[in-house]
């Protein structure tokens, strides 16, 4: 683990909230000089604290008003590889997570879809045909909140 100060720990909430933020921006938020912001914000980069940014869409305004959390446990796990459900998975464009996890169920899938009937058709035709799949559990998210995590 590496050690941080107080000072990178606000470079990290900040840029955790807008990771669109440059290093003269974050300077002046924190009263630091630009080139001593940038050392800082390469520093976390280069010990892979930060591990990259990356665009969070509204999926909503894009047209996918419904959010479902899936529990998904395979029938018969010697049958089917584990990569092979994967890849499988991978490849339908309204998952959007696929979390191998412990406990009841096997993965845990984040899928948008346009609505509760579009949901339906997804799950039907493209997750229940999948190999391997034994029993699904669904959950609709009705709200979210974004927390940006230990810092």
Known sequence: ?????????????????????????????????????WRRMRRLQDEGIIAGRRLVLDAEKLGFGVTVFLGIKLAA??????????????????????????GLYDYRLRVVARDLADFER??????????????VEANVLLSEERRPGPI
């Open 77 to 102: 796990k010697g049958r089917v590889s584990l990569e092979d459900f994967e890849r499988a998975v991978t490849s339908i464009r309204e998952v959007q997570t696929v979390e191998h996890v412990l």
């Open 1 to 37: 683990m590496t050690p941080l100060d107080d000072l990178d720990r606000k470079i990290l909430k900040a840029l955790a909230a807008d990771a669109s933020l440059s290093a003269s921006t974050l300077s002046r938020r924190l009263g630091l000089s630009q080139p001593a912001t």
């Open 122 to 135: 997804v799950l039907r035709r493209r997750i229940m045909t999948l190999p391997g799949v034994g029993n």
